[in-house]
C-alpha cells in the first residue's frame, strides 16, 4: 500500500488477535448443576428485599429514630421495590408501637364556628361518638314526652294560676281605686289610659272645656292620681310576666333535668376519668336546659304548601341543633394494631389534610362539626405517612402544606377556597391537632437532588436518604435470593414452577439487564414480568415446569414486542435508503454505533460517520455543533479532537487544518461522547489517506492522550451492527471496537456469541487510539522518535506529513498575500 509517496507496510494477523475477544469473554453464564434444587418448589419464598443492605438499614434506623425532623427520603428507580420494603420493613416496627389516640370534635358552646378537639385513648373517641348518638336520639324522644305528661301539666297549671291570681288581684285593686274617683281604665297597646267619668260615662271634650275651673282641677287631679296608680300596676303586672316566665322556665328546666339527668349523669360516670369529656358534658346539659323550646316542639301535619314549607324548616333547623349535640370521630383508630402506616397513593391537598364539607339545604351551603373530614396526615399522626415524592410535588399546594405541617408540627383544617377567594366565608375554624408522625417520601435520585438544591427547607426535614442501588453483587448468595425471589413470584402469582435451568436464564439475564458480569440488577419488578411471561408460554406449550427455552422465548417476544423502530431501521439500511456499508474500506469514513432508547426497549443503531479536511487555520467542527444539533456531551467530546491533533501533531508547526465531520443522514439531536474515537478514527484517516474496513463499527470515548474510555449501552450497540452485518450477509472481516474497559459489562446475545465463535464476527476491546488504529487499518500507527518525529510509513508519520504540508503552504500563502498588499 502506497499513500502520500510512502510505502505502508501491513501488520500481521496477531496483532488483531491479541485485541479480539473470545466467545467465552462475551458472557457470564450460571451453571445449573451448581444450583442445589430441582425447581423452584424446594426453594423458600423470599422474605424481604435482596441487594439493598444500605437502604435497609436507614430505613430502619429511620423508622426508630425519635428526634423530629427525621424524616426518610427513598430514593431508587421504579421497580427496585422501594414501596415494597418501606411496607415490610416500617409495618414490623409500626406494629411494636403504642396505638395513637383517637381525636374528636364537638361543639364549642361559647364560639360555635370554632369546633373543639379533644384528644382520647384509642377507641374512647368511637364509643363516645356512639353514646352521644344514642343520647342525641333519648332527647329527641324523652323530652317531648316529659313535657306531655299530667304532672307538668297540673304544675304548669298551679304556676299560671298563682301569677293569674295576683295579676287579677292587682287589676281589681286598680278598677276599685279608679271608681272611688270616677274614673275608668281602658287598656291600650302602649298601656294603660285614666279616662275621667261623669254620670258613668266619660266625660267628651266639649263638655270638659265648658266646666268650671275648680272642676277642672279636681278632675284632673283625680285622673293624674289614677295614672299613676295604673303606671305602677303596669309595672307590677310586666314583672309578674317576667315572673310567670321564669317560673315556667324553672319548671320546664326542672322537667327537663329530670328527663335527661339519668342519662346525662350515666354519660358522666361512663367517661369520668375524662375531664375534658366531664367539661363537654356540662355544656351540652345547660345548652340542653336553654333550649328547650326547639328540642320540645313537634312536627305539624299541615296540608297548605307554605305551612308545608315552614314545618320543614322548622324541621331542619331542630335537626341541626340536635347536631350540636353529636361528636364527630375525626381520628379513629379503634381498629389499629401500633402504630398507623398510611399510603397516600393520590396526595392532593384535601387526601392530605382532611376538608369541611358543605350541603346544600334550600339552596344554600351549610356545614357543622360532623362535615369535618380527616385526611392521611391525620390519621397517620403517631405512626408513618408514605408518599410518592412526585405525585405530592405535582398537586398544587400538597408539598407547601406538608412542610408546614412538619415545621410547625401541628395541622389545621382549611378549605383552599378560604385562602384565595376574594370575599371570606363565613365557615368553621376547627381547633388544631398537634402533629408528631414520621413521613417517608419514595422518589428518584434526581428528584431529591432537585428538592435538595432548590428547597431550603427539604434538607431541614428530610435528613435521612434511603437509596435503592440499580444492581448487586453477583454471588452465590445473591444467586440464591435470585432464585428464592422467583419461588416468591410463583406462589403469589400462581405461576408455574421454573427448573433450574431456567431460573440460571433468569439470572443470566438480571446481569444483563444491569449491563455487567459481575452484578446482577436489583429492577425485580422486570424479573417478576420476566417471570410472569416465561410461565404463560410454558403453559402455551404444555410445559408443566418453565424451562430455560421458555425464559428464552419470553425475551425474544418481549424483543418482538418492542422493535418495531429498530426493524425498519434495519430495512431501510437493507435498501439502501440509510447508506451503511458493511465490507470494502474507505478513506475519511467509519460506521459509529447509537444507541437509541424508546422507552421499554434500547437498541443499536449504525451511523456512518465522515470527515472532510483542507488547508485551514486549526479548526475542527463539526456539522452537529455548528447546526445545533448536538448535546454539551458530545460537544465536549468532539472538542477534545482538537486537543488531540495538538498534543500530537502540533508541537513543530502549527495546526493548519480545517476539517468538518459529521454523523451522514441523522437528523436528531447527537449526545453522548461515546463517538469520539470514532470521530478522531475517521479523521486520522482523511488526513493520512490510509483507508478504514467498513465492516468494522466502533464505540469509545476517548481523552486528550488517546486513551479510549468507557461508554454506556455496549451491548446494544454490538448487538445493532451484528444484526445490520447479518442482513448484508456475515463475511467474517466484520466485528465492532470497544473499549477495553466495557469488556466486563458484555452479557451479549447468544447468536451473536455463536457467531464470535463460528468466526464469523469479531468483537474487540482497545485500551488506546493505537491499538483502534491497527485494527481499522492494518497499519502501524508509529510510536514518537527522540526528535518528536514519526516514522514516515507509520499513520501517525502520514497525518504528520500532511500537517506540515499544510502549514508550509499556508505559511507561503500568507507570504505572497502579505507581499502583494
Given at each position: 500500500?502506497?499513500?502520500?509517496?510512502?510505502?505502508?507496510?501491513k501488520?500481521?494477523?496477531?496483532?488483531?488477535?491479541?485485541l479480539?475477544?473470545?466467545?467465552?469473554?462475551?458472557?457470564?453464564?450460571?451453571?445449573p448443576?451448581?444450583?442445589?434444587?430441582?425447581?423452584?418448589?424446594?426453594?423458600?419464598?423470599?422474605?424481604?428485599?435482596?441487594?439493598?443492605?444500605?437502604?435497609i438499614?436507614?430505613?430502619?434506623?429511620?423508622?426508630?429514630?425519635?428526634?423530629?425532623?427525621?424524616?426518610?427520603?427513598?430514593?431508587?428507580?421504579?421497580?427496585?421495590?422501594?414501596e415494597?420494603?418501606?411496607?415490610?420493613?416500617?409495618?414490623?416496627?409500626?406494629?411494636?408501637?403504642?396505638?395513637?389516640?383517637?381525636?374528636?370534635?364537638?361543639?364549642?358552646?361559647?364560639?360555635?364556628?370554632?369546633?373543639?378537639?379533644?384528644?382520647?385513648?384509642?377507641?374512647?373517641?368511637?364509643?363516645?361518638?356512639?353514646?352521644m348518638?344514642?343520647?342525641?336520639a333519648?332527647?329527641?324522644?324523652?323530652?317531648?314526652?316529659?313535657f306531655?305528661?299530667?304532672?307538668?301539666?297540673?304544675?304548669?297549671?298551679?304556676?299560671?294560676?298563682?301569677?293569674?291570681h295576683?295579676?287579677?288581684?292587682?287589676?281589681?285593686?286598680?278598677?276599685?281605686?279608679?271608681?272611688?274617683?270616677?274614673?275608668?281604665?281602658?287598656?291600650?297597646?302602649?298601656?294603660?289610659?285614666?279616662?275621667?267619668?261623669?254620670?258613668?260615662?266619660?266625660?267628651p271634650?266639649?263638655?270638659?272645656?265648658?266646666?268650671a275651673p275648680?272642676?277642672?282641677?279636681?278632675?284632673?287631679?283625680?285622673?293624674?292620681?289614677?295614672?299613676?296608680?295604673?303606671?305602677?300596676?303596669?309595672?307590677?303586672?310586666?314583672?309578674?310576666?317576667?315572673?310567670?316566665?321564669?317560673?315556667?322556665?324553672?319548671?320546664?328546666?326542672?322537667?327537663?333535668?329530670f328527663?335527661?339527668?339519668?342519662?346525662?349523669?350515666?354519660?358522666?360516670?361512663?367517661?369520668?376519668?375524662?375531664?375534658?369529656?366531664?367539661s363537654?358534658?356540662?355544656?351540652?346539659?345547660?345548652?340542653?336546659?336553654?333550649?328547650?323550646?326547639?328540642?320540645?316542639?313537634?312536627?305539624?301535619?299541615?296540608?297548605?304548601?307554605?305551612?308545608?314549607?315552614?314545618?320543614?324548616?322548622?324541621?331542619?333547623?331542630?335537626?341541626?341543633?340536635?347536631?350540636?349535640?353529636?361528636?364527630?370521630?375525626?381520628?379513629?383508630?379503634?381498629?389499629?394494631?401500633?402504630?398507623?402506616?398510611?399510603?397516600e397513593?393520590?396526595?392532593?391537598?384535601?387526601?392530605?389534610?382532611?376538608?369541611?364539607?358543605f350541603?346544600?339545604?334550600?339552596?344554600?351551603?351549610?356545614?357543622?362539626?360532623?362535615?369535618?373530614?380527616?385526611?392521611?396526615?391525620?390519621?397517620?399522626?403517631?405512626?408513618?405517612?408514605?408518599?410518592?415524592?412526585?405525585?405530592?410535588?405535582?398537586?398544587?399546594f400538597?408539598?407547601?402544606a406538608?412542610?408546614?405541617v412538619?415545621?410547625?408540627?401541628k395541622?389545621?383544617?382549611?378549605?383552599?377556597?378560604?385562602?384565595?377567594?376574594?370575599?371570606?366565608?363565613?365557615?368553621?375554624?376547627p381547633?388544631?391537632?398537634k402533629?408528631?408522625?414520621?413521613?417517608?417520601?419514595?422518589?428518584?435520585?434526581?428528584?431529591?437532588?432537585?428538592?435538595?438544591?432548590m428547597?431550603?427547607?427539604?434538607?431541614?426535614?428530610?435528613?435521612?436518604?434511603?437509596?435503592?442501588?440499580?444492581?448487586?453483587?453477583?454471588?452465590?448468595?445473591?444467586?440464591m435470593?435470585y432464585?428464592?425471589?422467583?419461588s416468591?413470584?410463583?406462589?403469589?402469582?400462581?405461576?408455574?414452577?421454573f427448573?433450574?435451568?431456567?431460573?440460571?436464564?433468569i439470572?443470566?439475564?438480571?446481569?444483563?439487564?444491569?449491563?455487567?458480569?459481575?452484578?446482577?440488577?436489583?429492577h425485580?419488578?422486570?424479573?417478576?414480568?420476566l417471570?410472569?411471561?416465561a410461565?404463560?408460554?410454558?403453559?402455551e406449550t404444555?410445559?408443566?415446569?418453565?424451562?430455560?427455552?421458555?425464559?428464552?422465548?419470553?425475551?425474544?417476544?418481549?424483543?418482538?414486542?418492542?422493535?418495531?423502530?429498530?426493524?425498519?431501521?434495519?430495512?431501510?439500511?437493507?435498501?439502501?435508503?440509510i447508506?451503511?456499508?458493511?465490507?470494502?474500506?474507505?478513506v475519511?469514513?467509519?460506521?459509529?454505533?447509537?444507541?437509541?432508547?424508546?422507552?421499554?426497549?434500547?437498541?443499536g443503531?449504525?451511523?456512518?460517520?465522515?470527515?472532510?479536511?483542507?488547508i485551514?487555520?486549526?479548526?475542527?467542527?463539526?456539522?452537529?455543533?455548528?447546526?445545533?444539533?448536538?448535546?454539551?456531551?458530545?460537544?465536549?467530546?468532539?472538542?477534545?479532537?482538537?486537543?488531540?491533533?495538538?498534543?500530537?501533531?502540533?508541537?513543530?508547526w502549527?495546526?493548519?487544518?480545517?476539517?468538518?465531520?459529521?454523523?451522514?443522514?441523522?437528523?436528531?439531536?447527537?449526545?453522548?461522547?461515546?463517538?469520539?474515537?470514532?470521530?478522531?478514527?475517521?479523521?486520522?484517516s482523511?488526513?493520512?489517506?490510509?483507508?478504514?474496513?467498513?465492516?468494522?463499527?466502533?464505540?469509545?470515548?476517548?481523552?486528550?492522550?488517546?486513551?479510549?474510555?468507557?461508554?454506556?449501552?455496549?451491548?446494544?450497540?454490538?448487538?445493532?451492527?451484528?444484526?445490520?452485518?447479518?442482513?448484508?450477509?456475515?463475511?467474517?472481516?466484520?466485528?465492532?471496537?470497544?473499549?477495553?474497559?466495557?469488556?466486563?459489562?458484555?452479557?451479549l446475545?447468544?447468536d451473536?456469541?455463536?457467531?464470535?465463535?463460528?468466526?464469523?464476527?469479531?468483537?474487540?476491546?482497545?485500551?488506546?487510539?493505537?491499538e483502534g488504529?491497527?485494527?481499522?487499518?492494518?497499519?502501524?500507527?508509529?510510536?514518537?522518535?527522540?526528535?518528536?518525529?514519526?516514522?514516515?510509513?507509520?499513520?501517525?508519520?502520514?497525518?504528520?506529513?500532511?500537517?506540515?504540508?499544510?502549514?508550509?503552504?499556508?505559511?507561503?500563502?500568507?507570504?505572497?498575500?502579505?507581499?502583494?498588499?
Open positions: 500500500m502506497q499513500s502520500n509517496g510512502a510505502i505502508i507496510k501488520l500481521p494477523i496477531s496483532a488483531k488477535k491479541n479480539t475477544l473470545e466467545a467465552t469473554d462475551l458472557y457470564r453464564s450460571v451453571n448443576d451448581d444450583l442445589k434444587f430441582e425447581d423452584t418448589a424446594d426453594i423458600k419464598p423470599l422474605e424481604g428485599t435482596i441487594g439493598q443492605a444500605r437502604a438499614d436507614t430505613i430502619q434506623m429511620g423508622a426508630k429514630f425519635s428526634s423530629p425532623d427525621f424524616h426518610i427520603y427513598v430514593a431508587g428507580m421504579t421497580g427496585s421495590g422501594r415494597t420494603t418501606v411496607r415490610e420493613l416500617v409495618a414490623k416496627y409500626a406494629a411494636e408501637l403504642p396505638t395513637p389516640p383517637d381525636f374528636i370534635y364537638v361543639h364549642n358552646f361559647s364560639s360555635p364556628d370554632h369546633p373543639v378537639a379533644i384528644e382520647l385513648p384509642a377507641g374512647i373517641g368511637t364509643n363516645f361518638a356512639r353514646e348518638d344514642d343520647f342525641s333519648f332527647i329527641r324522644r324523652e323530652i317531648p314526652k316529659a306531655e305528661t299530667e304532672n307538668y301539666e297540673k304544675k304548669r297549671r298551679d304556676t299560671l294560676s298563682r301569677i293569674h295576683r295579676r287579677r288581684k292587682l287589676l281589681d285593686e286598680l278598677s276599685i281605686y279608679a271608681k272611688e274617683r270616677n274614673v275608668t281604665i281602658e287598656v291600650t297597646p302602649s298601656g294603660f289610659i285614666s279616662v275621667p267619668l261623669i254620670r258613668g260615662k266619660p266625660i271634650t266639649e263638655e270638659f272645656e265648658n266646666l275648680d272642676d277642672k282641677d279636681v278632675i284632673e287631679k283625680r285622673t293624674h292620681e289614677v295614672q299613676a296608680i295604673a303606671t305602677t300596676t303596669l309595672r307590677q303586672l310586666r314583672s309578674l310576666d317576667k315572673e310567670e316566665q321564669e317560673q315556667i322556665r324553672q319548671l320546664d328546666r326542672e322537667i327537663a333535668r328527663a335527661i339527668g339519668g342519662a346525662l349523669d350515666e354519660l358522666r360516670d361512663e367517661f369520668k376519668t375524662y375531664s375534658a369529656i366531664g363537654y358534658l356540662d355544656q351540652v346539659e345547660e345548652d340542653l336546659l336553654e333550649n328547650l323550646a326547639i328540642l320540645r316542639s313537634q312536627q305539624q301535619d299541615d296540608t297548605d304548601a307554605a305551612d308545608i314549607m315552614m314545618a320543614k324548616t322548622q324541621k331542619m333547623a331542630k335537626q341541626d341543633h340536635f347536631n350540636r349535640y353529636r361528636v364527630n370521630v375525626f381520628v379513629d383508630n379503634s381498629q389499629t394494631k401500633g402504630a398507623p402506616l398510611i399510603f397513593q393520590n396526595p392532593t391537598y384535601y387526601n392530605l389534610f382532611g376538608r369541611i364539607s350541603r346544600s339545604t334550600f339552596g344554600a351551603l351549610v356545614t357543622d362539626l360532623l362535615e369535618i373530614e380527616c385526611g392521611s396526615v391525620q390519621r397517620a399522626n403517631g405512626g408513618f405517612l408514605v408518599i410518592d415524592a412526585l405525585e405530592v410535588l405535582r398537586n398544587p400538597s408539598w407547601e406538608l412542610k408546614r412538619l415545621l410547625s408540627k395541622v389545621q383544617i382549611e378549605n383552599l377556597g378560604e385562602q384565595f377567594t376574594l370575599f371570606p366565608v363565613a365557615t368553621l375554624r381547633q388544631g391537632i402533629m408528631g408522625l414520621k413521613v417517608i417520601l419514595i422518589g428518584t435520585p434526581w428528584i431529591y437532588r432537585l428538592l435538595y438544591q428547597d431550603p427547607e427539604f434538607p431541614t426535614l428530610f435528613k435521612l436518604r434511603a437509596d435503592f442501588g440499580p444492581e448487586m453483587d453477583w454471588d452465590s448468595g445473591n444467586i435470593s432464585a428464592a425471589f422467583i416468591r413470584c410463583v406462589r403469589e402469582k400462581s405461576l408455574l414452577n427448573d433450574k435451568e431456567a431460573v440460571s436464564r439470572i443470566e439475564h438480571g446481569a444483563r439487564l444491569s449491563s455487567n458480569q459481575r452484578k446482577l440488577s436489583t425485580l419488578s422486570k424479573i417478576a414480568d417471570a410472569a411471561e410461565s404463560h408460554w410454558a403453559r404444555g410445559h408443566t415446569l418453565v424451562t430455560g427455552a421458555d425464559v428464552d422465548f419470553a425475551i425474544d417476544k418481549k424483543i418482538f414486542r418492542s422493535n418495531i423502530v429498530e426493524t425498519k431501521i434495519h430495512e431501510w439500511i437493507a435498501d439502501g435508503t447508506m451503511i456499508d458493511t465490507d470494502g474500506a474507505k475519511g469514513q467509519i460506521n459509529g454505533i447509537a444507541v437509541i432508547d424508546i422507552g421499554d426497549y434500547m437498541f443503531r449504525p451511523s456512518r460517520i465522515t470527515a472532510s479536511i483542507s485551514g487555520r486549526g479548526t475542527v467542527r463539526s456539522i452537529e455543533r455548528e447546526t445545533k444539533l448536538s448535546g454539551r456531551i458530545h460537544s465536549k467530546g468532539f472538542l477534545i479532537l482538537s486537543g488531540y491533533l495538538r498534543s500530537t501533531y502540533a508541537q513543530e502549527p495546526l493548519s487544518l480545517g476539517a468538518t465531520i459529521t454523523f451522514e443522514q441523522s437528523y436528531d439531536e447527537v449526545e453522548g461522547d461515546s463517538a469520539s474515537s470514532t470521530e478522531l478514527y475517521a479523521l486520522l482523511a488526513l493520512s489517506g490510509i483507508p478504514i474496513l467498513q465492516g468494522i463499527a466502533v464505540t469509545g470515548s476517548v481523552n486528550q492522550h488517546g486513551e479510549i474510555q468507557a461508554v454506556g449501552g455496549v451491548n446494544e450497540k454490538i448487538e445493532g451492527f451484528f444484526s445490520v452485518c447479518r442482513e448484508n450477509g456475515l463475511t467474517g472481516n466484520q466485528g465492532v471496537i470497544i473499549p477495553r474497559s466495557n469488556v466486563p459489562n458484555l452479557m446475545r447468544k451473536v456469541r455463536n457467531a464470535v465463535e463460528a468466526g464469523q464476527f469479531s468483537v474487540c476491546a482497545v485500551q488506546t487510539i493505537n488504529i491497527r485494527l481499522l487499518t492494518g497499519v502501524e500507527p508509529g510510536e514518537r522518535r527522540p526528535d518528536g518525529r514519526f516514522p514516515v510509513e507509520s499513520l501517525h508519520g502520514l497525518v504528520q506529513e500532511k500537517l506540515d504540508s499544510y502549514a508550509r503552504t499556508l505559511q507561503i500563502f500568507q507570504r505572497l498575500s502579505k507581499n502583494a498588499s
